[in-house]
């Protein structure tokens, strides 16, 4: 090399550029509050591996069997023996998977027996299924509001329902957490004649709230062109007659023109859908792009879903025993002096709030220590500032291990601090 060419080629070193950036400096901060955090000898909250999962209540963490409440299997579908037997035997006659996007070559059986179960669980025309339900909201929030439409949105709204806005080309306007006065005052801000999509969670995941979806849906329909999307990822399986959410519980169903969901959390399996009434909805096969060019779930996981599905059609004791749980929880936690999400237990997930990151982190690993397994949550995932303990009960947790748990938090609850001895 000549020294020219040497030269040339050191004057474009990143390390003797002037102000050269590092495209993750902007991670910085993060970086070094999550190495002081490590530095004082706390396991990683967010990279714990399960050696083993034993059932939907119990798992091996690092050779100790440990109580699992904080999954979302909610139902306790994932060991339900007909839900496995169909994903084996799809495995064994349709393979490993799709390798392509329904559109050109990944619609098998599977994808559309799982979308009749949709219809029928539903009781809707149409049913289409995304290969995560983040995809679902990202897909068909992006695709049905563009250029010169208007996306309404709940300012708790699940990451999955921004990025959709973000992704398309709508102008977004957000409203204070389950506030129906502030939903009324900026839709009448926005022109009439304007088309709006408004978008809210039959369950916010953070703090386990619900939304009060009658008084929305009237504040709404006082508007002109607006339609309405209800994000059930979190009340599928466990509100309503039927288990098809908080919007059947709350009986707004007629008024209701898309809901979102999962298969990830009472399903037990993998995926996403969105199911609807609306004449034109299968156009959204050929114009949604997180559907069009994302390949196609596996045979075997359709197959689950669709089994697991169904059967939650018929789960009415199921979802007795998860209230069951759920208030025994929540109830047992606030006699102990914990601060928690809601005053009253609202869905399957129950939010115990701490004072920083420091106790949180503290009161979750001295948890793991005892047998206990739970989510560890901050910002940006829950409001600015707050720091909590989330807890997803089961259907399949007994009596016993509910009491466990309690005491488990007893324990850990005095040892750090968080309640009073």
Avoid at 53 to 79: C, D, Q, W
Avoid at 95 to 118: C, F, I, K, M, W
Avoid at 258 to 278: A, E, L, M, W
Avoid at 344 to 372: F, K, R, Y
Wanted: aromatic share 8%; glycine share 10%; charged share 20%.
């Amino acid at each position: 090399m000549t020294q020219a060419a040497e030269t040339a080629n050191d004057a474009h070193s990143p390390a003797e550029v002037p102000d050269a950036r590092d495209l993750f400096s902007k991670f910085d901060a993060l970086i070094a509050e999550r190495e002081a955090l490590m530095a004082t000898g706390v396991r990683d909250p967010f990279a714990i591996v399960m050696d083993q999962v034993l059932s939907p209540t119990r798992a091996i963490i690092k050779g100790k069997e440990t109580i699992l409440l904080g999954t979302y299997n909610y139902m306790g579908m994932t060991f339900d023996p007909d839900v496995v037997a169909a994903g084996k035997q799809a495995l064994d006659e349709f393979g490993a998977g799709t390798t392509g996007s329904r559109v050109l070559n990944g619609t098998y059986q599977g994808h559309r027996e799982v979308e009749d179960a949709l219809k029928e669980f539903y009781g809707t025309s149409s049913a289409m299924v995304f290969s995560t339900g983040y995809q679902a909201n990202l897909g068909v929030i992006s695709t049905l509001a563009g250029k010169g439409d208007y996306v309404v949105l709940d300012a708790d709204s699940h990451a999955s329902i921004y990025d959709g806005c973000f992704l398309g080309d709508a102008d977004i306007v957000r409203f204070r957490h389950n506030s129906v006065e502030d939903l009324d005052k900026r839709l009448g801000r926005l022109p009439a004649d304007a088309l709006k999509l408004v978008v809210l969670e039959g369950v916010y995941s953070m703090l386990g709230d619900i939304a009060p979806l009658p008084d929305m849906v009237a504040a709404i329909r006082k508007h002109p062109n607006c339609m309405i999307l209800v994000d059930e990822a979190h009340g599928m399986g466990f509100f309503g007659a039927n288990g098809r959410g908080v919007y059947e519980e709350q009986g707004v169903e007629k008024d209701v023109d898309f809901v979102v969901g999962t298969f990830s959390k009472s399903v037990g399996t993998v995926g996403g859908f969105c199911v609807s009434n609306h004449p034109k909805f299968e156009i959204l096969r050929l114009v949604c792009r997180p559907y069009v060019f994302t390949a196609s779930l596996p045979p075997s996981v359709v197959a689950t879903a669709a089994t697991s599905i169904r059967k939650l059609m018929h789960a009415g004791d199921k979802r007795q025993r998860l209230w069951t749980n759920s208030k025994r929880l929540h109830g047992g936690l606030t006699d102990l002096g914990f601060k928690l999400g809601t005053a009253t237990p609202q869905s399957a997930i129950i939010a115990v709030i701490l004072n920083d990151q420091a106790q949180a982190v503290a009161i979750w690993q001295t948890l793991l220590e005892l047998g206990l397994y739970v989510n560890m949550a901050r910002p940006p995932a829950t409001p600015a500032g707050t720091f909590l303990l989330r807890c997803s009960l089961c259907a399949d947790h007994s009596e016993e291990q509910v009491e466990q748990i309690i005491g488990m938090f007893e324990t850990a609850g005095k040892a750090t601090g968080a309640i009073g001895a």
